[in-house]
């Protein structure tokens, strides 16, 4: 084992040199792919506006546009704006790149029609093949982006090794997310730690050094790329570490003790003369522009919502009324935006005498009591449940009545979660940030594991999701949803 160990963490000068050539070689073939991504968009587009819409629309009138102008000027600047995004090297969780990814395609969709209009190429140039190229470019480049790192993952490519400093619990949860998010490409080859028996960390992979010695052990490594995880370090000693190992490296990532602060709308500006910096966090959620923008985007995308479900509201409405007696609505009391309680409306999922069949179950199952305390739900088996409920509530369905309470204002479409009154003492102060926003059909908390996540973890996410909130968090959350639903991960 410590031969394989010297044979990963001391590569050899040829080795080095076939390392450089993938470097080269990963940044060709992303970049030719991303031009064939974006070349063949554009075509497919060119192909819809110029043949498919007009024989289907005979107001939309043929028209013929300049090749060259829509498959060699207009790629260039989509490419020249990944480029400047680094794109084609940076390495970023998935939803980052598909945010940075739609940045590009706005930016280059409003460079292009400024160089239509300034060049005055109007008539050559289709608004609806703008659009329309706009849209697939992004999803091209988006699928792309998947394919062309996936593929480089299994080839070996996009493998980066780098060594940890420290074996704590920061170092624990960026180990997680190299393993959680493959795309990322990081491989931890080796740590470097003083307390290696205290730490779980060390029995996953090899200790390569302690604190006294990192330089000489990342030097003899050979790696070039480090992470130190420290944050309850000393200022002085986490100082002379950086200071250390600097010079041996490319790369160097500190993890700063920021824990608790919301990172989503950090700023940071440097005062160069004084040697500082401040850390900028921004309120979103105190400006009135993002509060009317979400209410338009609830709203635009409630009513929507709500037509397109129409037919399984129908469905699932007849069925509840067979399987038992009752109304088809549950409506209960949650708590809303600035601690105001309202109606939010349900498929009723139980049996009418709930209540008493769980006290009654509570008596003859003790263990299931102190379930509820922990989680507010019964994971493994509920008696109040129906069998139409049992079956909604594996995807979700009970809760899609809820759609109304966005169209009302109620709600959000992606939100804390609707606490219920009697829950507000246990939420305590969290109250504070969560009770800032309107509560959502889905959250962070939905796409994180839902009902295996305690009560106080809850309140941890949709704190930080408030603190944290942006309108692409949003957009994330709502697609990460539709994944989580279909898998029924955390649904009972």
């Known amino acids: 084992m410590r031969q394989i160990v010297s044979l990963i963490l001391n590569p050899s000068p040829a080795a080095t040199i076939i390392k450089k050539v993938n470097q080269g070689l990963i940044s060709l073939i992303t970049l030719a792919s991303y031009y064939a991504a974006i070349v063949f968009s554009f075509y497919t587009a060119y192909q819809i506006r110029t043949y498919i819409l007009p024989e289907c629309f005979a107001f939309i009138p043929h028209t013929k546009m300049s090749k060259g102008y829509n498959f060699l000027v207009i790629p260039l600047i989509y490419l020249s704006l990944i480029l400047y995004e680094r794109l084609i090297t940076k390495r970023l969780p998935f939803w980052d790149v598909v945010?940075?990814?739609?940045?590009?395609?706005?930016?280059?969709?409003?460079?292009?029609?400024?160089?239509?209009?300034?060049?005055?190429?109007?008539?050559?140039?289709?608004?609806?093949?703008m659009v329309l190229s706009s849209v697939l470019t992004f999803i091209y480049l988006v699928i792309t982006y998947y394919i062309v790192t996936w593929i480089l993952l299994r080839c070996g490519l996009w493998q980066k090794p780098v060594v940890l400093v420290g074996a704590g619990k920061t170092a624990q949860l960026i180990a997680n997310a190299f393993e959680n998010d493959n795309y990322l490409g990081y491989r931890i080859m080796g740590v470097i730690e003083d307390h290696q028996t205290e730490r779980p960390l060390t029995y996953r992979y090899p200790v390569i050094g302690s604190f006294k010695n990192a330089e000489q052990a990342i030097v003899a490594s050979g790696i070039k790329d480090v992470i130190i995880a420290t944050p309850g370090l000393k200022r002085e000693a986490l100082t002379e570490l950086v200071y250390r190992i600097q010079p041996y490296v490319n790369d160097l990532r500190v993890i700063p003790n920021l824990f608790g602060l919301p990172l989503g709308n950090l700023e940071v500006e440097t005062l160069f003369m004084q040697k500082l910096i401040m850390l900028k966090i921004n309120n979103n959620f105190l400006k009135l522009s993002n509060h009317l923008f979400k209410k338009i985007f609830d709203t635009t995308i409630g009513l929507v919502g709500f037509l397109v479900i129409m037919p399984v509201l129908l469905l699932l409405a007849v069925l509840i009324k067979i399987?038992?007696?009752?109304?088809?609505?549950?409506?209960?009391?949650?708590?809303?935006?600035?601690?105001?309680?309202?109606?939010?409306?349900?498929?009723?999922?139980?049996?009418?005498?709930?209540?008493?069949?769980?006290?009654?179950?509570?008596?003859?199952?003790?263990?299931?009591?102190?379930?509820?305390?922990?989680?507010?739900?019964?994971?493994?088996?509920?008696?109040?449940?129906?069998?139409?409920?049992?079956?909604?509530?594996?995807?979700?369905?009970?809760?899609?009545?809820?759609i109304i309470n966005v169209i009302l204002g109620n709600m959000s479409l992606v939100g804390p979660r609707p606490y219920l009154p009697r829950e507000l003492q246990q939420i305590g102060y969290y109250g504070n940030t969560i009770f800032t926003s309107k509560p959502g059909i889905t959250g962070l908390w939905q796409v994180s594991g839902r009902n295996n996540v305690d009560f106080n973890g809850r309140l941890e996410l949709d704190s930080w999701y408030v603190r944290n909130w942006s309108v692409w968090l949003d957009i994330t959350l709502l697609m990460k949803t539709f994944k989580v639903v279909l898998k029924k991960s955390g649904a009972y």
């Open 323 to 402: 399987d038992s007696p009752g109304p088809i609505m549950h409506i209960a009391k949650r708590i809303g935006r600035n601690g105001r309680e309202f109606d939010c409306y349900k498929f009723r999922s139980m049996h009418l005498d709930s209540d008493n069949i769980l006290t009654k179950y509570f008596k003859e199952n003790p263990e299931a009591e102190k379930e509820w305390e922990q989680y507010a739900k019964l994971r493994d088996y509920d008696p109040r449940v129906t069998r139409a409920g049992k079956w909604m509530r594996r995807f979700s369905l009970d809760e899609l009545p809820q």
């Open 99 to 129: 945010a940075k990814m739609y940045k590009v395609c706005l930016f280059a969709t409003i460079i292009a029609i400024e160089i239509v209009y300034f060049i005055k190429f109007t008539e050559e140039v289709s608004r609806i093949f």
